[in-house]
């Protein structure tokens, strides 16, 4: 079994920045691709972005690039998401999930995942 647990989360204004954290136990951290997603009240849960098993590769929203930035330590089992110049519309609970065996044609899709945590609330503020 593989356990998630993010961190980071809060209140913050708009245009500020916040580095989610998503501690991963349980197996090997290095067997797991890991993704980003969020869900804000009433939408559906959106991808933001995933890193490959030894963070060489990654994946965003279009609509995300250049803001946020995924990345991971693998001796840490720990992955991140950095979140600049964030708006009001990031508001959502985050959530990080671990895919054993995704392709990066399925990064996107949140059924591809095996493993989710159980997410942290970002409030951006106007």
């Known amino acids: 079994q593989v356990h998630l647990v993010e961190s980071g989360g809060g209140l913050v204004q708009a245009g500020g920045s916040l580095r989610l954290s998503c501690l991963v136990s349980?197996?090997?951290?290095?067997?797991?691709?890991v993704g980003w997603f969020r869900q804000a009240p009433g939408k559906e849960r959106e991808f933001v972005a995933r890193?490959?098993?030894?963070?060489?590769?990654?994946n965003y929203a279009d609509s995300l690039k250049g803001r946020f930035t995924i990345s991971r330590d693998n001796a840490k089992n720990t992955a991140y998401l950095q979140m600049n110049s964030l708006k009001p519309e990031d508001t959502a609970v985050y959530y990080c999930?671990?895919?054993?065996?995704?392709?990066?044609?399925?990064?996107?899709?949140?059924?591809?995942?095996?493993?989710w945590g159980q997410g942290t609330q970002v409030t951006v503020a106007s």
């Open positions: 349980g197996r090997t951290f290095s067997s797991y691709a």
């Open positions: 999930a671990a895919g054993e065996n995704l392709r990066t044609i399925d990064v996107s899709n949140p059924t591809n995942y095996d493993y």
């Open positions: 890193v490959s098993k030894r963070g060489s590769g990654t």
